[in-house]
């Protein structure tokens, strides 16, 4: 149909078409116009007249907020959680609020794990230089010495840091969600700290035996609790303890510390039977002035303890009679001192 009305009337198809084209040609011009408008406004600078300076809190008190006793973090006046849009149509504003607030976050991640976790910081690379980029990792007490067991924790890239896993988590949620401080805290308690472990049953069991004969036996990172215990409580252990075996022990008395009168005990009462190629109960070269090392019989630390089993307990053994021979002799002298001063009496009447 438009071809016979075209073919009828070609005057007017002419005209239409030609307006057709100038009408395009118009809005591709506004729009290239528009385009380059735009291109020459600066549209950060645009939003930067409306901002106020970016200018935020130092510390968590100065944001006015604060975690309360379920790790949650809540505005100190209203007790209302974290609200991101402080400023309504300012979102470069509130996200660099945000981070501002996040950096403060970090921080006092840190000081959870150095507080309440006991970590300590470790600086990377372990050789650095002055001019040289470095980074750091927190370390338990026991990371590097406990034979038994060891929990590393990776976090993900971004923003978070050593100690979480989201801060994200953090801010909106609570600590225990968006850290690695439950991870931490119960791989402390499951491992337990010997150390304490063993004060805490020499404290409450041991030390109210009737047992008048104590004899100890550590292998291995107990060797390094029992030393640690002789620390806290040298004058009970020399006085309840009769002889101590140690296997394969982990203790160092120059790291822990302990006293010249410790060492020179241990020299006297106990014996640390250690992986050698030697045959079992050879005996070696002190490594440190305190307890002498003899061979277990086996390179094998795990079977440092079944290999000197019965030296061990001829140990004790011996140990105990030489004790119960002093105790006879100290009770000869009494009885024959008594005895004697009897009988000079007699003779003066």
């Given at each position: ?14 005209l239409w078409i030609t307006m057709a084209q100038i009408a395009g ?8 116009a528009l385009k380059d408008l735009l291109s020459r406004i600066d ?279 030489a004790k119960e021979d002093e105790e006879a002799v100290e009770t ?18």
């Amino acid at each position: 149909m438009f071809s016979h009305l075209c073919a009828a009337i070609p005057e007017l198809c002419i005209l239409w078409i030609t307006m057709a084209q100038i009408a395009g040609q118009e809005d591709r011009e506004k729009t290239t116009a528009l385009k380059d408008l735009l291109s020459r406004i600066d549209l950060d600078e645009l939003m930067k007249k409306d901002e106020p300076p970016f200018t935020f809190p130092k510390t968590l008190e100065e944001f006015e907020y604060a975690f309360n006793e379920y790790g949650q973090l809540r505005h100190i006046k209203t007790g209302e959680p974290f609200v991101f849009n402080a400023r309504e149509d300012l979102h470069r504003w509130n996200q660099k609020r945000y981070e501002a607030l996040g950096e403060i976050i970090t921080q006092y991640v840190y000081e959870l794990l150095e507080k309440k976790c006991n970590m300590t910081k470790a600086i990377l690379p372990v050789d650095t230089t002055e001019d040289e980029a470095t980074s750091f990792i927190y370390l338990s007490p026991d990371a590097l010495s406990n034979p038994s067991k060891l929990l590393v924790l990776v976090q993900g890239s971004g923003v978070v840091r050593a100690g979480q896993w989201a801060r994200r988590l953090i801010i909106n949620q609570d600590l225990d969600s968006g850290t690695q401080i439950p991870f931490i805290t119960r791989a402390i308690e499951e491992n337990g700290s010997s150390e304490e472990h063993v004060l805490y049953v020499w404290d409450h069991f041991v030390s109210k035996a009737a047992a008048k004969n104590v004899f100890i036996m550590a292998h291995s990172y107990g060797g390094l609790s029992f030393v640690e215990l002789m620390n806290q409580r040298e004058m009970q252990v020399k006085n309840r303890a009769c002889a101590v075996a140690l296997t394969d022990s982990a203790h160092n008395i120059w790291l822990q510390e302990t006293s010249k009168g410790t060492q020179d005990w241990m020299q006297q009462h106990c014996s640390n039977w250690v992986s050698s190629p030697e045959p079992l109960d050879t005996p070696l070269d002190p490594m440190l002035p305190d307890c002498p090392r003899v061979s277990a019989g086996t390179e094998r630390h795990e079977l440092t303890s079944w290999m000197s089993f019965n030296s061990i307990f001829r140990f004790f053994s011996e140990v105990l009679e030489a004790k119960e021979d002093e105790e006879a002799v100290e009770t000869s002298n009494i009885v024959t001192t008594r005895s004697s001063s009897l009988k000079n009496k007699h003779q003066d009447l």
